[in-house]
């Protein structure tokens, strides 16, 4: 209860001491932070960049990993280490694309749903379960087929399929705090339910949002875009 009391910026400062206070939680911020600078930085250090960009060695072919191939090479010449590090990129935009989108559309109605209730509750709880009643990846692979193949369009259709946890996870928070204090007594000097949601609701439920949003990253890291393609999710970026 006393962490719902204190202000925003207090709770994001306990959220980022508390995660910084602990190793296992710091070890997947740097191995995120060194995929990213490596993913970027790859095509300038590794001798064989002309790999990412297309090009085939077939002399070179199936070699097995050595000092100057560390993974070895692939069916075409190309070195798979360089390879690897390079689509770390993608990987991050498809993880970064899906949370960031499912989160924009999730919170909003979670909000919308637990600050006002009655029959909005209803129709937009209604309307998570039908989207949760899918397989995960059959509604993804539904939404892609409809809109085009493309890198885009999958992250767009797996960001629809992933909304509705932080949907729950908004409404439950905007359920607990519209019933504090302070939000009773804003609403008992005139204020309507946007300028509650957004003032006090809001700012005040960011802490299980940014966990899940943690949580759910991982997960989206798994989507790489090699993987999509061979199960024909899209052809092109």
């Given amino acids: 209860m006393f962490f719902l009391t204190l202000g925003p910026a207090s709770r994001m400062h306990m959220i980022l001491q508390s995660i910084l206070s602990r190793k296992n939680a710091m070890i997947p911020g740097v191995f995120l932070l060194l995929l990213l600078f490596s993913s970027i930085l790859i095509p300038y250090v590794s001798p064989y960049a002309e790999d990412i960009r297309g090009a085939v060695h077939f002399k070179a072919g199936n070699q097995a990993p050595s000092l100057q191939h560390w993974f070895?090479?692939?069916?075409?010449?190309?070195?798979?280490?360089?390879?690897?590090?390079?689509?770390?990129?993608?990987?991050?935009?498809?993880?970064?694309?899906?949370?960031?989108?499912?989160?924009?559309?999730?919170?909003?109605?979670?909000?919308?749903?637990?600050?006002?209730?009655?029959?909005?509750?209803?129709?937009?709880?209604?309307?998570?379960?039908?989207?949760?009643?899918?397989?995960?990846?059959?509604?993804?692979l539904t939404i892609t087929a409809v809109l085009g193949p493309s890198l885009n369009n999958v992250i767009i259709g797996i960001a629809v399929s992933w909304f509705p946890w932080y949907a729950r996870i908004a409404r439950s928070q905007a359920l607990v705090i519209r019933s504090m204090d302070y939000v009773l007594l804003s609403k008992s000097m005139g204020s309507g339910n946007i300028h509650v949601m957004r003032k006090h609701i809001l700012p005040n439920s960011l802490s299980p949002i940014i966990v899940q949003y943690l949580v759910g990253f991982c997960p989206a890291l798994n989507f790489n875009p090699d993987v999509l393609k061979q199960k024909k999710m899209f052809f092109h970026d």
């Fill in 72 to 140: 070895g090479t692939d069916a075409a010449g190309r070195d798979i280490f360089t390879l690897t590090i390079r689509a770390g990129l993608s990987s991050l935009k498809v993880a970064l694309g899906v949370v960031i989108l499912a989160v924009l559309l999730g919170t909003p109605l979670g909000l919308l749903a637990g600050t006002i209730g009655r029959w909005v509750d209803e129709i937009i709880m209604r309307i998570t379960d039908r989207f949760l009643a899918f397989p995960p990846l059959i509604l993804p």
